[in-house]
């Protein structure tokens, strides 16, 4: 039960009062509370981390966004995953490559079916499952 809503910035909300799943509402910093419940129609995130290196090894941290942009790659990628704080849903976008590159994933990743491989001009979407431990990918190329 939510008391009072107020919008301040595009990037802040402020709810004072009120409770969620018996967690009362009202401190000022994101750490107070611990909510097991949330219903929502609807969850944009305001952000989308941009990995602009495109060769050799790249460092994919999860901690600071669950949605990565890795620019178009080249030649041998190797990516290093740094966890999330907690069980995730996590997606990482590969734009289109012009040419032929070759990715090496870290050894916690597991595939469900196919292993995913690029195509050429083509943008693909990994999304993932982290449970704690290891990362359970599905990979999807633009037809």
Aim: glycine residues 10%; proline residues 4%; hydrophobic residues 35%.
């Amino acid at each position: 039960m939510l008391k009072t809503v107020v919008s301040q910035s595009s990037g802040n909300t402020v709810i004072t009062g009120g409770s969620i799943d018996g967690t009362p509402i009202g401190a000022i910093t994101p750490s107070t509370g611990a909510f097991t419940t949330l219903s929502a129609q609807t969850i944009t995130f305001n952000s989308q981390v941009n990995n602009a290196t495109t060769t050799g090894a790249i460092t994919i941290n999860w901690t600071t966004s669950n949605y990565q942009l890795q620019a178009a790659p080249t030649g041998t990628i190797t990516y290093t995953f740094t966890a999330p704080t907690g069980v995730s849903h996590l997606q990482l976008f590969i734009a289109a490559p012009a040419t032929a590159q070759t990715i090496n994933w870290p050894g916690n990743l597991y595939w469900l079916g196919a292993t995913w491989t690029g195509t050429n001009n083509k943008a693909s979407v990994i999304s993932m499952f982290y449970d704690g431990t290891n990362y359970y990918a599905i990979g999807s190329t633009q037809v």
